[in-house]
């Protein structure tokens, strides 16, 4: 950070040759953006995706929305397909992108969990809280999920135990069949 300049006047960030990763929580910021966009036009019914980070609201026309959730560990399947409540549904892990959440307390990459689905009425909570759990791992990260009144989560550790808060299943049910 040291190495970052910003100059408002010029609207320019100069990295100093270092990079500038937005994949933390800015994706859930700018799946909010695009929600406040389309509900400033009068949107009731839709589905914002960024890539793990989206946002549900209303319904598929007479049906419930259905979204899966992937498996970590075997691409093209699913641990789930839900129909959420509107919200957000954030999903952190470390099979798209390998080794990029970093926990702080070592500076290496996370390595307690390989996947976290967070549910939170916004997607900057859900992708801060996804994040947050994946540092900390399955025992910690589901006690901290559960201490958020307004958020849910699913957390598959590192050996691929699957665990979810209290409250997931209400807020994050399985799909019906079609």
Known sequence: WERLAWEPEGHRLDLGGAALDLGGIAKGYGV?????????????????????????????????????????????????????????????????????????????????????????????????LATAVFVLGPEEGLALLEAEPEAEGLVVGAEGSVGETSGFRRRVPEASPR
Do not use: M, N
């Open 32 to 128: 909010d953006r695009a929600v406040a966009a389309l509900r400033g036009r009068g949107a009731r019914d839709f589905i914002v995706d960024a890539g793990g980070d989206l946002f549900v609201a209303g319904a598929k026309g007479p049906s419930a929305w259905r979204v899966g959730i992937q498996h970590p560990r075997e691409p093209g399947s699913f641990l789930r397909v839900v129909s959420p409540s509107e919200g957000a549904l954030v999903t952190s892990g470390d099979y798209e992108r390998a080794a990029h959440v970093f926990d702080p307390r070592t500076g290496r990459p996370a390595r307690g969990c390989q996947a976290v689905t967070v549910w939170a009425p916004d997607a900057l909570t859900a992708d801060a």
